[in-house]
């Protein structure tokens, strides 16, 4: 008797407020924004039945073990509490719908899915007080089963329906069946006249930095931003866009806020849109914010047009491939034992693998025992710095065959052969080489033309001819050879020191 | 509280038992605390490296890595202590000349404040000849002879501005980002970020030549909150080039050894039991000072150098020049001193006495660092050194173009009043497009009109060249994160190669 009091008293929980709300829909806006303050409580609450129902059902598996027999005296209790908390769940979040910020399909199963868990985990309780066990467990799993589905599309709504998996690998990918990692959505500009400003340079801003909140499931504000339709119609706040007039966008204005505005868009806490970004909004939308008009149609000036030249030839970038390849990072062990023998070593930035490894110790040879550590870390090393380092009796520099990742070598003023240079010929990836002061010959030229990459070498005080080097220049058209020694005569005339002062002394 | 009642109170703390007990509960929380977070908890600074790196506490020098890719590994900063004009050796303004000796139209003083510019100057035009030089036809003026031939190597900023106009707070601003006393230099942030990697010399050496430090004192090279670990050391040109290097009579090598490590040893407990990062400082910079005695003899005793070197730089072994500190700054760079930074004294040529003159004192000290900074570019650059050592050269703000009347009158002597609108920085080396000039005065040289570049904006630019993101590189103090640049400081991304 009481319990169907109780069912009576929660149906009429939920019920009131939805038929109440819908009363006055069309009513003050101040009740209905009173109802959008109370649904936003909905992602405060709705953690609560997933964490009850969750822990009912565990309890329920767990006490089949005679050693956590007792557990099931409690489960009528914490499934009462999910029973609850998903009643408030349920009302906040229609609250939160009223408000239309969530629209489409998603949200129709999250609301359904949601009553559904809502709905089997009253049966369940029902029947558990009945004793009628079997059934009892299998409504309680349909519930959880419900409770999985709604809250995966609770967190899709809220964050994107690509955010639970679009960082996923594509080994994991593959074995569930799914496609590999998209690419980015956005083809790369290859011919600037003809691209369209819209399509071309503006979406792709707008769906980074705009488009996760202002789309078709989720519509922050009333405005979609996915969409050419949704640029014109707006939002809440009127139109998002004055074409012609960028400085009476209401886009513009908010995207230039400052950063710690409440009205910022992005929102504090998202990456801000970049000078560039926001004058090409600007652009765009002086341009009368056409969504047809290619580049050549329109105005482009000056500074528009250096953006543009960045975005379409990005900075060819003069960084070593190498730089970009995986190698496993050196161990900790590696490293301190390199650092004991007198090594700097450290990695070439915070993010990579790759270490720079130097040896600035005067009068300590490098013997057997620092030549094995660092061959250790060949594969890491990129930057080695061997500068006026001594070799130990019976080492020779042929250690360095090991070290074919090397970007930059320095070897000035060291007892390198012509004989150990051959050795530096397969380090494919060697931009910087610094022999200055050795005594190599030309006959270290032959191995190394073989450095394609190569695109500056230091040959200052070697044995190495003009004919040596201008055969070198040859080989390799983009290398800078450095070897004119230094100004022998650095004298400056005395007379171009004299005084040229235009107004005569007093 | 009166002395009487203090002294009470002390008499208190130390005898009664809620004292007793209270500092027997807050000491053993402490401790406690202090071991579950596994680091030193001070209060009163900490470490908030961005790259999420811990520095090792017995090593605070040891080589870190950057942001992201570095081009330059060291910095070698020529500051021109006193502010050189710009109008006489890189800004050529001819328009200036025949504005010369014309009073100075009020439109440019009204509003304005100068250091001692009074009434109505008058105008003042280049005061020396000017020509165009190497590939890149840079103009500078015939009192930078040899540097001219270099000019394909640096890269000038024509357009450099700064908040302040007196010597101190300018040379502050743009030595430690703020023009008050208290904040950690350039040095200081360079290698707190990056560490060093010599770790035989100090990580940030200071050379002062012309016998005078900077206005700022040598706070300008102090390590503000930073541990005291990344302040710089200043050596000196004569005798024994760090103060106290040698060992005292009568103590041998080996006794100083031992001594150290007893030092060492105790302070080691004592750090154990109390965790303040200082003492491990403290410990570091003994073995620093240990490895010091033999390293910094070597480095600073340019005698081994060979005669056409002397001849380049013109540098003479045992004397006190800038030309010694300019051979003795690329020996520091081939050693992996991560920021070297030399100061010339005497560039403030108001005209107010002949040593200060545009043609007399002001003409002096082109001789003296002209020939020595263009033989340390051309050898760094021989040596291979150029590619990752920035060269930074320049004062702390610039020069007007109206000549001095200090007191509103016309003085003896030819000079210019100190100018914070409009002034030339140069960079060479470290990542930096050779050969270009970036920003624009007016035509008189009053006002940047194109391209300016604040002081923030340099130090930001510095930084980012040594892979260093100045808004991520944060010390956290007194309650907030702090940083070179503070709240300003844009990168000047087209100058970098």
Aim: net charge negative; charged share 20%.
């Amino acid at each position: 008797m009481r319990k169907t009091v109780y069912l009576l008293l929660i149906f009429q929980l939920i019920t009131i407020p939805i038929l109440y709300a819908q009363g006055v829909d069309a009513a003050a806006e101040e009740t209905s924004d009173l109802w959008l303050f109370i649904g936003r409580f909905h992602p405060l609450i709705v953690h609560l039945p997933i964490g009850f129902i969750m822990l009912a059902f565990l309890m329920e598996v767990m006490a089949r073990w005679p050693k956590f027999k007792h557990l099931e005296q409690s489960v009528s209790f914490v499934l009462t509490l999910g029973i609850l908390s998903s009643v408030g769940a349920a009302v906040f979040g229609y609250l939160l719908s009223l408000s239309g910020e969530y629209q489409g399909s998603t949200l129709d199963w999250h609301l359904w899915l949601g009553l559904s868990t809502l709905g089997f985990a009253i049966i369940a309780l029902v029947l558990k007080v009945k004793q009628a066990n079997t059934a009892y467990f299998t409504f309680l799993s349909a519930s959880v089963i419900c409770l999985t589905l709604t809250g995966h599309l609770g967190g899709n709504l809220t964050h994107g329906s690509d955010y639970l998996v679009r960082y996923m690998p594509n080994t994991l990918r593959a074995m569930t069946g799914m496609p590999p990692k998209p690419e980015s959505k956005h083809k790369p500009i290859t011919n600037l006249e003809e691209a369209i400003v819209f399509d071309d340079l503006i979406k792709p801003i707008t769906d980074n930095s705009c488009e996760s909140c202002h789309n078709a499931e989720k519509t922050k504000g009333n405005l979609r931003l996915d969409t050419k339709e949704g640029f014109l119609k707006g939002g809440e706040n009127g139109p998002s866009l004055v074409p012609g007039q960028a400085a009476h966008s209401e886009l513009i204005k908010r995207v230039k806020l400052p950063k710690d505005h409440e009205d910022v868009m992005p929102p504090e806490g998202k990456k801000p849109l970049s000078k560039e970004e926001i004058a090409l909004l600007e652009w765009w939308i002086n341009n009368d914010a056409s969504f047809d008009k290619k580049v050549a149609e329109v105005e482009v000036p000056d500074d528009i047009k250096e953006i543009l030249d960045a975005l379409v030839n990005p900075q060819q970038s003069s960084l070593s491939p190498l730089y970009a390849m995986e190698v496993k990072p050196a161990s900790q062990d590696e490293v301190e034992t390199l650092k004991e023998m007198g090594f700097s070593v450290s990695p070439i930035s915070a993010e990579s693998p790759f270490i720079q490894v130097s040896y600035l110790i005067s009068g300590q040879p490098l013997n057997d025992e620092s030549i094995k550590a660092i061959k250790k870390v060949a594969k890491q090393t990129t930057w080695l710095n061997l500068g006026k380092a001594a070799l130990a009796d019976g080492q020779k520099f042929t250690f360095l065959k090991d070290f074919n990742h090397l970007t930059q070598l320095h070897l000035e003023k060291t007892a390198i052969t012509d004989e150990e240079v051959k050795d530096l010929a397969q380090m494919e990836f060697l931009e910087y080489l610094n022999l200055y002061n050795t005594a190599i010959t030309d006959k270290s030229v032959e191995p190394l033309t073989a450095l394609k990459r190569l695109r500056k070498i230091y040959l200052w005080e070697t044995q190495v001819s003009e004919d040596g080097k201008s055969s070198l220049q040859k080989a390799i058209p983009e290398l800078a050879i450095i070897a004119d020694g230094l100004p022998q005569n650095f004298d400056v005339p005395l007379d171009s020191l004299n005084d040229s002062t235009v107004i005569a002394t007093k | 509280m009166n002395i009487f009642e203090e002294e009470q109170y002390r008499q208190a703390e130390l005898n009664t038992r809620r004292q007793f007990l209270r500092k027997c509960i807050s000491g053993m929380g402490g401790i406690a605390l202090g071991s579950l977070m596994g680091s030193a908890l001070t209060s009163c600074g900490s470490d908030s490296s961005s790259s999420g790196l811990v520095r090792s506490s017995d090593n605070p020098m040891g080589a870190l890595p950057s942001h992201f890719l570095p081009k330059a590994k060291r910095v070698i900063y020529l500051h021109m202590a006193g502010a050189p004009s710009q109008l006489e050796l890189f800004d050529y303004k001819p328009e200036l000349q025949k504005l010369d000796g014309l009073d100075c139209p009020p439109s440019l003083l009204e509003g304005k404040r100068f250091a001692f510019i009074k009434g109505t100057p008058k105008m003042l035009g280049p005061q020396f000849n000017f020509a165009q030089h190497g590939q890149s036809g840079a103009w500078m003026s015939d009192r930078l002879p040899h540097l001219s031939s270099c000019v394909d190597d640096m890269t000038f900023l024509k357009a450099m501005h700064t908040n302040e106009f007196n010597h101190a707070p300018a040379q502050l601003l743009l030595q430690t980002g703020s023009a008050r006393l208290g904040k950690p230099s350039m040095g200081s942030w360079v290698t707190y970020g990056l560490g060093s990697e010599n770790q035989n010399l100090p990580g940030f050496m200071v050379l002062v030549s012309g016998g005078k430090t900077p206005s700022a004192g040598k706070s300008i090279w102090g390590s503000g909150f930073l541990p005291t670990v990344y302040q710089g050391v200043q050596c000196r040109s004569k005798g024994d080039p760090v103060l106290y290097l040698s060992d005292p009579k009568g103590m041998s090598k080996a006794l100083r050894e031992q001594s150290i490590q007893a030092i060492n040893k105790l302070n080691q407990k004592q750090f154990e039991e109390i965790g303040d990062p200082e003492i491990m400082t403290r410990i570091s910079q003994y073995e620093m000072a240990f490895k010091m005695q033999t390293s910094v003899p070597e480095t600073m005793d340019i005698k081994d150098e060979p005669e056409y070197i002397h001849k380049m730089y013109g540098t003479q072994p045992g004397q006190s020049s800038f030309a010694n500190n300019c051979l003795l700054a690329r020996r520091l760079a081939e050693k992996g001193v991560r920021f070297i930074q030399l100061y010339h004294w005497g560039w403030d040529a108001h005209g107010a006495a002949k040593s200060e003159a545009i043609n007399h004192g002001f003409k002096e000290r082109c001789h003296e660092v002209d020939q020595p900074i263009a033989a340390l570019l051309k050898d760094l650059k021989q040596r291979g050194l150029l590619d990752d050592t920035l060269v930074v050269w320049g004062g702390e703000f610039g020069r007007t173009p109206m000549r001095e009347n200090r007191g509103g009158k016309e003085m003896k002597f030819v000079g210019r009043d100190h100018h914070l609108e409009a002034f030339t920085t140069w960079m060479a080396g470290g990542g930096i497009k050779p050969g270009m000039t970036y920003g624009e005065t007016d035509e008189i040289g009053y006002y940047g009109i194109k391209d300016r570049v604040h002081v923030h904006d340099l130090q930001a630019t510095i930084l980012h060249q040594l892979g260093l993101n100045h808004e991520k590189l944060t010390y956290h103090f007194q309650g907030r994160d702090f940083r070179l640049t503070d709240v300003h400081g844009e990168v000047v991304k087209k100058i970098i190669a």
